[in-house]
């Protein structure tokens, strides 16, 4: 995957559109954020809307993330639709004044008006498929905050000790009233 190949000049894209499909097999696109097991393939269609352009399509890989509760790898899909807005940046420019986005602005990304980066508009989706919480399944039991044990594999004998809340002094606390 050659990197420049996917920026595009507004002025390049045809009125009826342009189609560009590419795979990145090492997973250049995020190397720096998470490892990828299945090469990345996207397919994207550009299309002018004035000033705009529309971006449609879809990214497939599989990454390769950590558990955030016991720390194991495991495999997560990644299958997203492409659907944004480039708006150029010169159009929000003379905006001074504080303005409230509404759901639909959320999917609008700004470019500097003459190039398309279509790596970082595939790049963008992939890292916003990625949950907040990563977890390789949702009644994983996670470590031993004693021994450090992951008790999806096997328990431990450590006592677990409930300690009282810093709280707890409050409820010895009297009040009196006058």
Known sequence: MVREELKVRFEDIPPEGLDLSFEDRQ????RDCFPVRQPIRAYVH???WGVSVKVTGRVETELSLTCDRCLEEFPFRVAEKIDVLLEPVATFSHVKEEIRLSREDLDVIFFDGETIEVDEVVREQILLAVPMRQLCREECKGL????GE???QR???CKKEVKDSPFAILKKLVVSSR
């Not at 997973?27 to 995020?30: A, I, M, S, Y």
């Not at 031993?144 to 021994?147: L, T």
């Open 46 to 48: 550009l299309v002018r």
């Open 150 to 152: 992951n008790l999806n």
């Open 144 to 147: 031993c905050p004693i021994c």
């Open 155 to 157: 328990s431990c004998n």
């Open 27 to 30: 997973g250049e696109l995020v």
